[in-house]
């Protein structure tokens, strides 16, 4: 267990990075868009913003495939779009419109799509999706899919205690799941240290003996990096991780909030440090884009967006009785839920199931509650003394994030990075 | 937790005719388990241990670790994973240890499971079962009747069965349905109710009730322990010449409108027994339905004779004086009666 501080350097293709960059501009697209269309009061409820986070919600969903899963959250317009959900969707949702996946049940980001993208709809109380997303993790297992799943969670949900829960389940579990804390800085209009007093919220993942990174969340590729390095270890087994990526809500909690609480300076300096202009200056440097190239997204954005949401105007409001049914599954003709095995079905079902546990738990001998593992047993009384947190080298006081001007290769913080104390 | 309550049965597996009410629950999981390998059961202590209450004795022999999950004791954290897992075509069967630990998982039920298919439509096929209700000295935190938190819920079904053979049956069907069903097992009975059950499998439809003895004069409608409370009230009111008919509704959501309308209009008077407490209960809910639909067919008004509206006290003496028993139960019956 610790926080790892080195990723493993990856080389990202041409196409990677276009990618990496035409969903960041996506997604800032789509939330324009959004802005405009709820000024002319064309979106019924509220508008929440991701500006400035889009390198997270982009870097971490594109480190997944497409059959793994996602939930996200409100600031998460960035993971769907990446995912394969058309913007139409996200504004018709918002427009409450009869098109849109929920048929105006349901606004903003709450929709999913079980079947084919593999998204699960968010609800408003934070840190509900942490276990649920920890079951399909581990359903998922259960019929042999090797999915990883993923959700997010801000600085504000970490303080839930279905946070807490979720993660030590998911740990004890080694659930194939990531969790993406976005460090925002900001719950509504409550700043971060009142909430946690916590330099790290990384650290937050000690407390569930699992490995956590702390990343710059406005560089896009230290988020994509670390995301891909967290998936493929999720699904080989070695358990959930925690990403923490340092970033800031430039906008208020939603569109009605001018956030007069941020102080200037903060807003000034995270300003500077936008993730498109930052990735940008990158990719020009590179030679990976150039004025024509920008100007071919710029075209694509435009007319793209243009035809969805026109779509999504001339889609009419739901019929009011509408409003009635739909409250349970009817049975077949409704839904046929069929789970998809990919794995032999003999292998959990009698005779073969009632054999042997598929971990074990070390320390507590030959016992049953163990798994029947022949391990050494742990009487709980003597490793307080001989054995300090963190292998006994304190990570350093006062660690932390350096946010300055540039941006920097996803170089995380702290000192003490100890992969060995993992079980 | 387990208790005085916590003592293993001797019964072996499947085949007996008459088997106890705790039997039926662990033979109802046992045999879907058995027959649908995308079954499981995720709880406190249900596997090593056998439940609190061994209702799952001998499943993790059977069906393995992967299939018959121990527990972190964090209520939200099993209702949440068990949506996860309904969501990839899993039937997961959720315990709680005492159903009282419900309520830690309340946002989890009924804001993410109960309105996740009119939102999204997102079905999650799951049940959460768990022993609940008083008359054991369980003091305030381990003999509560939740069920009507849940009830109010739109999306969710909600079972109470009184006899060994409609928990075997009702049980199955919740596992086979498609949406989150909560299945109450009434403590009280576990071991004290034995009852027939073929062997052969069968299932009871959820949201019907069951006439349990037929009568003229008025119907008492009841669930779970209160149903054999009411039919002993009804033997002693038949020997005053009052034949009751007594009505187990045994599924709470959806309630079984036409059967209780039906009787009413038949013997004019309606009395609604449960252990639940009075205010909010299901009991009201009946009264307004019977002004609804059968107003000009009462010959009296629906009364109801339920738990104090307290918490449930630990005192034998004063449980007593909580509890409905089949004395009150005969008094109020019988002065409705003669109205």
């Given at each position: 267990?610790?926080?790892?501080?080195?990723?493993?350097?990856?080389e990202?293709?041409?196409?990677?990075?276009?990618?990496?960059?035409?969903?960041?501009?996506?997604?800032?697209?789509v939330?324009e868009?959004?802005?405009?269309l709820?000024?002319?009061?064309?979106i019924?409820?509220?508008?929440?913003?991701?500006?400035?986070q889009?390198?997270?919600s982009?870097g971490?969903?594109?480190?997944?495939?497409?059959k793994?899963?996602?939930?996200?959250?409100?600031?998460?317009?960035g993971?769907?779009?990446v995912?394969g959900?058309?913007?139409?969707?996200?504004?018709?949702?918002?427009?409450?419109?009869?098109?849109?996946?929920?048929?105006?049940?349901?606004?903003?980001?709450?929709?999913?799509?079980?079947?084919?993208?593999h998204?699960?709809?968010p609800?408003?109380?934070?840190?509900?999706?942490?276990?649920?997303m920890?079951?399909?993790?581990?359903?998922?297992?259960?019929?042999?899919?090797?999915?990883?799943?993923?959700?997010?969670?801000?600085?504000g949900?970490?303080?839930?205690?279905?946070?807490?829960e979720?993660?030590?389940?998911?740990?004890?579990?080694?659930?194939?799941?990531?969790?993406?804390?976005?460090?925002?800085?900001?719950a509504?209009?409550?700043?971060?240290r009142?909430?946690?007093?916590?330099?790290?919220?990384?650290?937050?993942?000690?407390?569930?003996?699992?490995d956590?990174?702390?990343?710059d969340?406005?560089?896009v590729?230290?988020?994509?990096?670390?995301?891909?390095?967290?998936?493929?270890?999720?699904?080989a087994?070695?358990?959930?991780?925690?990403i923490?990526?340092?970033?800031?809500?430039?906008?208020?909690?939603?569109?009605?909030?001018?956030?007069?609480?941020?102080?200037?300076?903060?807003?000034?300096?995270?300003?500077?440090?936008?993730?498109?202009?930052?990735y940008?200056?990158f990719?020009?440097?590179?030679?990976?884009?150039?004025?024509?190239?920008k100007?071919?997204?710029?075209?694509?954005?435009?007319?793209?967006?243009?035809?969805e949401?026109?779509f999504a105007e001339?889609?009419?409001?739901?019929?009011p009785?509408?409003?009635e049914?739909?409250?349970?599954?009817?049975?077949?003709?409704?839904?046929?839920?069929?789970?998809k095995?990919?794995?032999a079905?003999a292998?959990?079902?009698?005779?073969?199931s009632?054999v042997?546990a598929?971990?074990?738990?070390?320390g507590?001998?030959s016992?049953?509650?163990?798994?029947?593992?022949?391990?050494?047993?742990?009487?709980?009384d003597?490793?307080?003394?001989?054995?300090?947190?963190?292998n006994?080298?304190?990570r350093?006081?006062?660690?932390?994030?350096?946010?300055?001007?540039?941006?920097k290769?996803?170089?995380?913080?702290?000192a003490?990075?100890?992969r060995?104390?993992?079980? | 937790?387990?208790?005085?309550?916590?003592?293993?049965?001797?019964?072996?597996?499947?085949?007996?005719?008459?088997?106890?009410?705790?039997?039926?629950?662990?033979?109802?999981?046992?045999?879907?388990?058995?027959r649908?390998?995308?079954?499981?059961l995720?709880?406190?202590?249900?596997?090593?241990?056998?439940?609190?209450?061994?209702?799952?004795?001998?499943?993790?022999?059977?069906f393995?670790?992967?299939?018959?999950?121990?527990?972190?004791?964090s209520?939200?954290?099993?209702i949440?994973a068990?949506?996860?897992?309904?969501?990839?075509?899993?039937?997961?069967?959720?315990?709680?240890?005492?159903?009282?630990?419900?309520?830690?998982?309340?946002n989890?039920?009924t804001?993410?499971?109960?309105?996740?298919?009119?939102?999204?439509n997102?079905?999650?096929?799951?049940v959460?079962?768990?022993?609940?209700?008083?008359?054991?000295?369980?003091?305030?935190?381990?003999?509560?009747?939740?069920?009507?938190?849940?009830?109010?819920?739109?999306?969710?079904?909600?079972i109470?069965?009184?006899?060994?053979?409609?928990a075997?049956?009702l049980?199955?069907?919740?596992?086979r349905?498609?949406?989150?069903?909560?299945?109450?097992?009434?403590?009280?009975?576990?071991?004290?109710?034995?009852?027939?059950?073929?062997?052969?499998?069968?299932?009871?439809?959820?949201?019907?009730?069951?006439?349990r003895?037929?009568?003229?004069h008025?119907?008492?409608?009841?669930?779970?322990a209160?149903m054999?409370?009411?039919?002993e009230?009804?033997?002693?009111?038949?020997?005053?010449?009052?034949e009751t008919e007594?009505i187990?509704?045994?599924?709470l959501?959806?309630?079984?409108?036409e059967?209780?309308?039906?009787?009413?209009?038949?013997?004019?008077?309606?009395?609604?027994?449960?252990?639940?407490?009075?205010?909010?209960?299901?009991?009201?809910?009946?009264?307004?339905?019977?002004?609804?639909?059968?107003f000009?067919?009462?010959?009296?008004?629906?009364?109801?004779?339920t738990?104090?509206?307290?918490?449930?006290?630990?005192?034998?003496?004063?449980?007593?004086?909580?509890?409905?028993?089949?004395?009150?139960?005969?008094?109020?019956?019988?002065?409705?009666a003669?109205?």
């Amino acid at each position: 267990m610790g926080t790892i501080t080195k990723q493993m350097p990856r080389e990202l293709t041409r196409q990677q990075h276009l990618d990496l960059y035409y969903y960041m501009r996506l997604n800032r697209a789509v939330e324009e868009t959004m802005v405009k269309l709820f000024r002319q009061n064309k979106i019924v409820g509220g508008l929440y913003s991701s500006l400035g986070q889009e390198a997270i919600s982009v870097g971490t969903c594109y480190a997944l495939e497409k059959k793994d899963w996602i939930a996200p959250m409100i600031r998460n317009i960035g993971a769907l779009l990446v995912k394969g959900v058309p913007p139409r969707d996200i504004f018709m949702q918002h427009m409450a419109k009869y098109d849109s996946p929920t048929k105006g049940r349901d606004g903003t980001s709450h929709f999913g799509d079980l079947d084919n993208l593999h998204i699960v709809s968010p609800i408003s109380m934070l840190g509900d999706l942490i276990p649920v997303m920890t079951g399909v993790a581990i359903g998922g297992r259960y019929l042999g899919q090797k999915i990883v799943t993923m959700t997010w969670i801000g600085d504000g949900g970490s303080s839930t205690g279905v946070f807490h829960e979720g993660l030590n389940f998911a740990a004890t579990q080694k659930a194939p799941f990531v969790l993406v804390l976005e460090n925002n800085l900001w719950a509504y209009s409550t700043p971060v240290r009142r909430q946690v007093p916590l330099e790290n919220l990384a650290d937050r993942a000690k407390a569930y003996g699992i490995d956590s990174y702390i990343i710059d969340g406005n560089n896009v590729m230290a988020v994509y990096n670390t995301a891909r390095e967290a998936v493929e270890r999720a699904r080989a087994g070695q358990g959930p991780i925690l990403i923490e990526a340092k970033t800031f809500r430039r906008l208020g909690h939603a569109q009605h909030d001018p956030a007069e609480y941020v102080p200037k300076e903060m807003r000034a300096r995270w300003e500077a440090r936008d993730p498109i202009a930052l990735y940008e200056k990158f990719l020009t440097g590179e030679r990976l884009l150039d004025a024509a190239g920008k100007k071919e997204i710029d075209d694509k954005l435009d007319t793209l967006l243009a035809a969805e949401r026109e779509f999504a105007e001339n889609s009419p409001m739901p019929p009011p009785e509408f409003a009635e049914g739909g409250v349970y599954c009817t049975g077949d003709e409704c839904h046929q839920i069929r789970a998809k095995w990919e794995r032999a079905i003999a292998e959990v079902t009698p005779p073969r199931s009632s054999v042997k546990a598929v971990w074990t738990v070390p320390g507590f001998g030959s016992g049953k509650g163990s798994g029947g593992a022949d391990a050494p047993i742990h009487f709980g009384d003597t490793s307080v003394v001989d054995k300090p947190a963190n292998n006994g080298r304190p990570r350093k006081a006062g660690a932390k994030m350096t946010v300055k001007g540039a941006p920097k290769k996803a170089k995380p913080a702290a000192a003490s990075t100890s992969r060995k104390g993992r079980r | 937790m387990a208790g005085a309550n916590g003592a293993p049965t001797n019964g072996s597996a499947a085949g007996g005719k008459e088997i106890t009410f705790l039997e039926a629950i662990r033979q109802a999981m046992f045999e879907e388990m058995e027959r649908d390998p995308t079954v499981l059961l995720m709880g406190e202590d249900v596997g090593v241990y056998g439940g609190a209450f061994k209702t799952s004795e001998g499943l993790l022999e059977r069906f393995g670790w992967e299939r018959v999950i121990d527990t972190p004791i964090s209520e939200s954290a099993i209702i949440g994973a068990a949506c996860g897992m309904s969501y990839l075509g899993l039937r997961p069967i959720c315990e709680m240890q005492f159903i009282d630990f419900i309520v830690c998982a309340f946002n989890q039920i009924t804001n993410f499971v109960a309105k996740g298919h009119y939102l999204w439509n997102a079905p999650a096929p799951m049940v959460i079962r768990g022993p609940s209700g008083g008359g054991v000295h369980g003091g305030p935190f381990h003999s509560a009747n939740p069920e009507m938190y849940f009830v109010h819920t739109p999306g969710l079904k909600v079972i109470y069965p009184s006899t060994p053979y409609d928990a075997k049956g009702l049980l199955k069907a919740a596992v086979r349905d498609n949406n989150p069903v909560l299945f109450f097992e009434h403590k009280f009975l576990y071991r004290r109710i034995k009852g027939d059950v073929p062997t052969e499998d069968y299932t009871i439809p959820i949201g019907r009730a069951v006439v349990r003895r037929e009568g003229k004069h008025l119907t008492i409608l009841s669930y779970a322990a209160m149903m054999h409370t009411s039919l002993e009230a009804a033997d002693a009111l038949a020997k005053e010449g009052i034949e009751t008919e007594v009505i187990d509704l045994r599924t709470l959501l959806p309630l079984d409108e036409e059967t209780i309308v039906n009787s009413v209009k038949k013997t004019n008077k309606c009395l609604v027994v449960h252990e639940d407490t009075k205010t909010g209960g299901i009991a009201g809910e009946i009264a307004a339905l019977l002004c609804e639909k059968a107003f000009r067919d009462l010959d009296g008004p629906v009364l109801r004779m339920t738990s104090l509206d307290t918490p449930v006290p630990y005192a034998p003496t004063l449980e007593a004086c909580f509890l409905p028993n089949a004395k009150k139960v005969f008094t109020v019956a019988k002065a409705l009666a003669r109205y």
